[in-house]
T-cell receptor
Framework: GENVEQHPSTLSVQEGDSAVIKCTYS??????FPWYKQELGKRPQLIID?????GEKKDQRIAVTLNKTAKHFSLHITETQPEDSAVYFC???????????FGKGTMLLVSP | GAVVSQHPSRVICKSGTSVKIECRSL??????MFWYRQFPKQSLMLMAT?????????EQGVEKDKFLINHASLTLSTLTVTSAHPEDSSFYIC?????????FGEGSWLTVV
């Protein structure tokens, strides 16, 4: 089955800095890669996703890049703010399947 | 976006009792829902796939007789933790797919005392 590795497990940055979280996946058939933000005790919220037919997608301060050959994808947050502090999960799945395989998460701490 | 609602948000039960958690799709029909379990500071682990009108599909290592899943309608799936023990204390969360996006319920904190 699919295996998703996520790094780093914790990331501390100063407000205004950029943050990058990286994930790798094992199943070359995976073609959907969402990123979720989860605050303590709350549901994961989809913040951005990318499908394998594109290499990059951007939404304001958030961007995701995908390298299918290397089987890795990354989340980039620019101009970080304290409210960006949360746990971020990457995930992978295949078209037609709804089962998501999650990475272990990255706790992002943005200090004012 | 699509709304997935979960109830209760928090529940405390005694060891040996059973507790039911509901997952509802509020504005769409979900033939398939998913149940995850999340321990503190850990990732979401898929427990089972709930299929409307048929038996759930459990992930390896998940006891189907302990975690009973029922998906009797297109808008409701339930997870019943039977004979609960303190080690079952966790955050349980469901999800459903709408077109190509997966939405999560609010999650349910279960504490077994």
């Amino acid at each position: 089955g699919e295996n998703v590795e996520q790094h780093p497990s914790t990331l501390s940055v100063q407000e205004g800095d950029s943050a990058v979280i990286k994930c790798t996946y094992s199943d070359s058939a995976s073609n959907y890669f969402p990123w979720y933000k989860q605050e303590l005790g709350k549901r994961p919220q989809l913040i951005i996703d990318i499908r394998s037919n594109v290499g990059e997608k951007k939404d304001q301060r958030i961007a995701v890049t995908l390298n299918k050959t290397a089987k890795h994808f990354s989340l980039h947050i620019t101009e970080t703010q304290p409210e960006d502090s949360a746990v971020y999960f990457c995930a992978a799945s295949k078209t037609g399947y709804s089962t998501l395989t999650f990475g272990k998460g990255t706790m992002l701490l943005v200090s004012p | 976006g699509a709304v997935v609602s979960q109830h209760p948000s928090r529940v405390i039960c005694k060891s040996g009792t059973s507790v039911k958690i509901e997952c509802r799709s509020l504005d769409f029909q979900a033939t398939t829902m998913f149940w995850y379990r999340q321990f503190p500071k850990q990732s979401l682990m898929l427990m089972a796939t709930s299929n409307e009108g048929s038996k759930a599909t459990y992930e390896q290592g998940v006891e189907k007789d302990k975690f009973l899943i029922n998906h009797a309608s297109l808008t409701l799936s339930t997870l019943t933790v039977t004979s609960a023990h303190p080690e079952d204390s966790s955050f349980y969360i469901c999800s459903a797919r709408v077109e190509n996006t997966i939405y999560f319920g609010e999650g349910s904190w279960l504490t077994v005392v």
